[in-house]
């Protein structure tokens, strides 16, 4: 308190609640109970309670605390009970008002600090935070416990009382939960593990299981390199003797494949095959050269800074790409390709059809639609209805539905894909049915991929949302927007005699809707991704037809 001895005289406590609405009437607050840790003779904190009607009456008497026995401790608490509990809105305030009119004009509060429980307590003990039922051991002296009674003390500090070791604790605990959430939806595999003693093998007469004849062993191929000093004559020992740099197979096959995959026809032919009937390399010391830079680095670029390192795929396929063969112009004169039709000898830069997946990414991405999230569940776009249907007649793959939204916009390698029903459209472009395994690829050239392009939802949805972005981003002019939607297909400008060609024809469909406004509604209508609404649908649908023919393009879909 404020007076000379430190005591002060509490005669009164208002609380009321303002509502955030001032014009609604603040509800009061009514006090039933009162209990302090020390009270003053004569000075009850129950006599705040009952001053409640006559809070500003002078001379009044309240809670004080000194008198002939003062306390010692300093700080001292009094508890007030409300009559029935209060619960407080949303931009509401509470505002309490401590009164002191007492015959003492100098016995105010100095120094106060005020709390509030949001439960039920039945006495003061219950403020402090330590259930009822603890409060009398924690007054007594430690000596004086009883082995249960201070276990219970222990056991209430060590769960309830905040110190680093709990704070520790829960934050460790809260750690291995989050870890095992995460290990608990990781995808687990099956894996193989070696016996400790490896099964006889025998050659079977004829093949029959029941009639074993010599006894034989595990080994490698006399014409290949034995295993390294050392290794196990196990799977782990074959992984490393493969990748041991020596090895000369390993790293000849992924650096032709790589090749094949960048040029369209490999250093080796026959990609799928380097046997004895495979086909001889064309350049040999280039094949060798890149084998050895492949698996025992010294001319490779740095990626990310970083200098490349053994097997670095990422080093080698940067290293040829930023080579001057690759980066040659793909076109050359009539008699080159008479003579080299494959470019085998290297002198133009390659050019060849692209993969079916590839063509459809390239048409989402030219429009914007593609979804380049990493990772996630498989998706289906959108195929042919009843494609499924006679190939599934129970379980969950009888019907197949096209997803929602992104699902139908990402990446071609996340497409659920059947064996016996694979994508309609893939096939086209000869992707392999996944029955076996195809390490090469063949490539073809049909009507019927062009078919496809044309009426295939995919690829015509992908071009209304081509002729959307030209219409948007490719100012007012026709020559403007045709120009934009040439480069965003193909990277590159038109000529001149390209741009009136695709002027004309977009003048030609542009009559044509006008005149048939159903048919312009039914052009723009495909595919689940709603048209822009802001579009005049006469011309979105003429520039749609041009962007259909853009994603047509030989050169869109051909790596040049």
């Not at 840790?37 to 009850?44: A, C, L, N, R």
């Not at 059947?418 to 195809?438: G, V």
């Amino acid at each position: 308190g404020r007076s000379g001895n430190g005591n002060f005289v509490m005669t009164g406590l208002e609380v009321r609640l303002e509502h955030k609405d001032k014009n609604k009437k603040p509800i009061v607050l009514k006090l039933d109970k009162a209990e302090a840790s020390y009270e003053q003779e004569g000075y009850p904190a129950i006599q705040v309670v009952k001053n409640a009607a006559n809070l500003k009456k002078k001379g009044s008497k309240g809670w004080a605390v000194y008198g002939s026995n003062p306390p010692k401790q300093r700080s001292l608490m009094a508890m007030f009970m409300a009559k029935s509990p209060i619960s407080v809105p949303e931009g509401a305030e509470l505002v309490i008002t401590i009164y002191h009119q007492s015959a003492f004009s100098d016995h105010n509060l100095g120094r106060f600090r005020i709390q509030y429980a949001e439960k039920k307590v039945s006495s003061l003990d219950g403020v402090s935070g330590i259930p009822e039922n603890l409060v009398p051991l924690v007054r007594k002296n430690v000596e004086g416990l009883a082995p249960k009674e201070l276990n219970q003390l222990k056991k209430y500090f060590r769960t309830e009382v905040e110190n680093p070791v709990s704070v520790a604790e829960v934050k460790a605990d809260q750690s291995k939960k989050a870890l095992d959430d995460f290990i608990s939806k990781v995808p687990s595999t099956m894996i193989m593990k070696e016996k400790s003693a490896p099964r006889d093998a025998f050659i079977l007469n004829r093949g029959e299981y029941d009639q074993p004849t010599e006894k034989v062993g595990r080994a490698l191929p006399a014409v290949l390199p034995p295993l390294p000093e050392g290794q196990p004559n196990d799977r782990l020992g074959l992984a490393r003797w493969l990748v041991s740099g020596d090895h000369p197979l390993t790293a000849r096959v992924w650096v032709n494949r790589i090749w094949e995959r960048l040029f369209g026809v490999g250093i080796v032919k026959t990609s799928e095959n380097f046997g004895s009937q495979a086909e001889w390399p064309v350049h040999p010391e280039l094949l060798d050269w890149l084998a050895v830079e492949f698996a025992k680095p010294t001319a490779l670029p740095k990626i990310n800074g970083k200098p490349a390192q053994a097997w670095d795929m990422k080093g080698m396929i940067k290293f040829i790409m930023l080579s001057k063969t690759y980066r040659q112009n793909s076109s050359a004169p009539d008699g080159y390709f008479r003579k080299d039709p494959e470019n085998r000898l290297l002198a133009r830069g390659p050019r060849f059809r692209l993969h079916g997946e590839l063509v459809r990414d390239q048409a989402l991405a030219s429009s914007g639609l593609l979804i380049k999230n990493v990772g996630g569940p498989s998706t289906r776009p959108y195929m042919p209805k009843g494609v499924w249907s006679e190939t599934n007649r129970y379980g969950n793959l009888t019907n197949y539905k096209a997803d929602e939204g992104e699902g139908l916009y990402r990446r071609s390698m996340y497409t659920f894909w059947k064996r016996t029903a694979a994508p309609p459209s893939m096939l086209l472009f000869d992707a392999p049915n996944r029955e076996i395994c195809y390490p090469k690829r063949s490539r073809t050239n049909t009507p019927l991929q062009a078919l496809a392009l044309l009426n295939e939802v995919t690829y015509v949805e992908a071009a209304r949302s081509l002729a959307e972005r030209m219409m948007k981003e490719g100012g007012a002019g026709i020559r403007e927007r045709l120009t934009t939607g040439y480069r965003l297909a193909t990277s590159r400008s038109p000529d001149k005699q390209t741009l009136s060609v695709l002027q004309k024809g977009f003048e030609e469909r542009k009559i044509h809707f006008q005149e048939n406004q159903e048919a312009a509604k039914q052009m723009i209508s495909h595919g689940k991704k709603k048209p822009d609404e802001n579009l005049e649908p006469v011309e979105l649908a003429a520039y749609t037809v041009t962007a259909n023919v853009l994603l047509n393009l030989d050169r869109v879909i051909t790596k040049d």
